[in-house]
């Protein structure tokens, strides 16, 4: 990613590889097979224990800088749709399987979300997400708009710029979310359980000084949740309206 690069210039970034063995996803590390030599290596979480052994510890400013221009271009594409709040949505993952779509809402519960008046909405949602689209057009009356010149899955870098140009971007933790997090962006969370380890007891992200996370009572208690998220979207409109 180059913006990775661009914000920790001194650093020599590169990607993982991940590949599939005897039935399990192993992943290795690519672009150093010239024999760049290592005095030493981490787990990419471990010296949080050294540097982040408070809350007060943690940064209070973005750690991800993408291009102000990319920022910028995108505010401009947003501009050009109808009036409102411009609020970036996404809701699933590319692997919904047993194991991990418990972690997901369905998109048919995101009606008192998608009903707020006052608001565009921007589909984020990387993968095939056509059907949700037009499932929310028949059965709400709702748009959700799709930009085109970005690859949701696959072009980090913009889709970093757009999730920090939207006003809201709301989601589950996933790349997209964390990304525009990690660059300042208004990200809302939505969690399917209140004990998430990486708060730190905080009740929200302390990695994202930005981000905002909404729980229910209980696991994956998605209508209140989103009835959460509605009636906090509805405050931000009557907020900016009174701007």
């Not at 993408?66 to 505010?75: E, G, I, K, L």
């Not at 109808?82 to 590319?94: A, N």
Request: proline share 5%; glycine share 8%.
């Amino acid at each position: 990613m180059s913006m990775v690069q661009a914000t920790y210039p001194e650093a020599i970034v590169g990607s993982h590889r991940t590949i599939k063995r005897e039935g399990k996803d192993l992943r290795g590390v690519t672009g150093f097979e010239d024999g760049l030599k290592f005095d030493f290596w981490t787990p990419f979480g471990q010296p949080a224990r050294a540097f982040r052994t408070s809350l007060d510890s943690f940064a209070k400013t973005p750690t991800l800088h993408p291009p102000q221009a990319d920022v910028d271009h995108w505010r401009e594409k947003l501009a050009e749709l109808p009036e409102g709040l411009k609020v970036g949505i996404l809701w699933k993952s590319l692997k919904m399987d047993a194991k991990r779509s418990k972690h997901f809402s369905a998109f048919e519960l995101w009606k008192p979300v998608l009903k707020t008046p006052g608001v565009t909405f921007v589909n984020l949602q990387y993968g095939d997400a056509e059907e949700d689209i037009a499932f929310a057009r028949s059965k709400f009356g709702v748009d959700v708009h799709t930009l085109d010149g970005i690859d949701l899955k696959n072009d980090l870098d913009q889709v970093t710029a757009l999730a920090k140009a939207c006003d809201i971007v709301i989601g589950p933790t996933n790349a997209t979310t964390s990304l525009g997090a990690a660059a300042g962006g208004n990200i809302w969370y939505i969690h399917p359980h209140g004990r998430i380890w990486s708060h730190m007891g905080a009740g929200r992200s302390p990695w994202f000084p930005t981000a905002r996370s909404f729980f229910g009572k209980g696991y994956a208690d998605w209508i209140a949740i989103l009835k959460q998220v509605a009636r906090a979207l509805a405050e931000e409109v009557e907020a900016a309206r009174a701007a």
